[in-house]
C-alpha cells in the first residue's frame, strides 16, 4: 500500500504561480513512476506530467514550459512548480504512481 497526501493548492490570480507537492508514504520501496493529473469542472480527467525513477520527464502540451515536475527521493515527494496560470488550468490536481492516488488539491486561477 502507498498513501500519497498532496498539498499547496489554492486561489492565484492569471499569471501567478503555485507549487503542488505529494507526499509519498507506505510501501514506498514499490514506487518508481510518478505524475499528475487534473480534472477541471465538468469534464474528464487530464494526466499533466511525469517523471519517472530515472528522472525523466514528460508534459501535457496544455502545460510544457510553464509547469516543472521534480522529485525529492529523500523527503519520498514529487512537487509540481507552475508558473504563468492561466484560468483554464483550474482543477482539482492529483498525485499518481502506479494505482495510487492522492485526495487532490483544488486549484483556482482567477482572471
Known amino acids: 500500500q502507498v498513501q500519497l497526501v498532496e498539498s499547496g493548492g489554492g486561489l492565484v490570480q492569471a499569471g501567478g504561480s503555485l507549487r503542488l507537492s505529494c507526499a509519498a508514504s507506505g510501501s514506498i520501496f514499490s514506487i518508481n513512476t510518478m505524475g499528475w493529473y487534473r480534472q477541471a469542472p465538468g469534464k474528464q480527467r487530464e494526466w499533466v506530467a511525469v517523471?519517472?525513477?530515472?528522472?525523466?520527464?514528460d508534459y501535457a502540451d496544455s502545460v510544457k514550459g510553464r509547469f516543472t515536475i521534480s522529485k525529492d527521493n529523500a523527503k519520498n515527494t514529487v512537487y509540481l512548480q507552475m508558473n504563468s496560470l492561466k484560468p483554464e488550468d483550474t482543477a482539482v490536481y492529483y498525485c499518481y504512481t502506479r494505482q495510487y492516488w492522492g485526495q487532490g488539491t483544488q486549484v483556482t486561477v482567477s482572471s
Open positions: 517523471i519517472t525513477g530515472g528522472g525523466s520527464r
